[in-house]
T-cell receptor, first 113, second 119 residues
Framework: DAEITQSPRHKITETGRQVTLACHQTWNHNNMFWYRQDLGHGLRLIHYSYGVQDTNKGEVSDGYSVSRSNTEDLPLTLESAASSQTSVYFC????????????FGQGTRLTVV | AQSVAQPEDQVNVAEGNPLTVKCTYSVSGNPYLFWYVQYPNRGLQFLLKYITGDNLVKGSYGFEAEFNKSQTSFHLKKPSALVSDSALYFCAVRDIAPRSSGGYQKVTFGTGTKLQVIP
């Protein structure tokens, strides 16, 4: 069955370190998204991609970057981790049509100490 | 800019009673509307969506939602709540109109409503 997987599921890192969260989908979806979930804020969009070599900033993109070198993967990099980036991160993918729903990964819980 | 409001942080309902989780939205044009559910330590799961057509949309697990354009609302409902329905529910909206720079508008999520069904 097609799926979307995130790794690692849990990560503890130190302030200032570079961290990369992986997202891999086998749906062959063009659209991929990264969100962070924080209490009181719901889901906030970090970055998104509509296809290979396409990346776009979301509403909370500062301190994060993504790259899309193939259809299946959209890794999220925290260039210099900060305590404010402690959160639960969700990756999602969706087919090309605007009215289609997204499929979410199980999340990565990141703690920056 | 598009936005979604879920005015209740938590909704408590007795098992067997009807439930409603509220959602209102704001978009410049016509919306695509979605409801997702999140169980503890899990990702979001799609419940139902409104694209066009009948204002009453039926989805998974007996849930339904009513699109009301004049009130810009898309409330989630279920006739008889189950304890297993206890979870976090998110409403989401996407503007149908393409971005001025091309491509689809991003999806905006509400802050979520925790549903607690009491046995």
């Amino acid at each position: 069955d097609a799926e979307i997987t995130q790794s690692p599921r849990h990560k503890i890192t130190e302030t200032g370190r570079q961290v990369t969260l992986a997202c891999h989908q086998t749906w062959n979806h063009n659209n991929m998204f990264w969100y962070r979930q924080d209490l009181g804020h719901g889901l906030r969009l970090i970055h998104y991609s509509y296809g290979v070599q396409d990346t776009n900033k979301g509403e909370v993109s500062d301190g994060y970057s993504v790259s899309r070198s193939n259809t299946e993967d959209l890794p999220l990099t925290l260039e210099s981790a900060a305590s404010s980036q402690t959160s639960v991160y969700f990756c999602a993918s969706a087919p090309g049509q605007g009215g289609t729903e997204a499929f979410f990964g199980q999340g990565t819980r990141l703690t920056v100490v | 800019a598009q936005s979604v409001a879920q005015p209740e942080d938590q909704v408590n309902v007795a098992e067997g009673n009807p439930l409603t989780v509220k959602c209102t939205y704001s978009v410049s044009g016509n919306p695509y509307l979605f409801w997702y559910v999140q169980y503890p330590n899990r990702g979001l799961q799609f419940l139902l969506k409104y694209i066009t057509g009948d204002n009453l949309v039926k989805g998974s697990y007996g849930f339904e939602a009513e699109f009301n354009k004049s009130q810009t609302s898309f409330h989630l409902k279920k006739p008889s709540a189950l304890v297993s329905d206890s979870a976090l529910y998110f409403c989401a909206v996407r503007d149908i109109a393409p971005r001025s720079s091309g491509g689809y508008q991003k999806v905006t999520f509400g802050t979520g409503t925790k549903l607690q069904v009491i046995p």
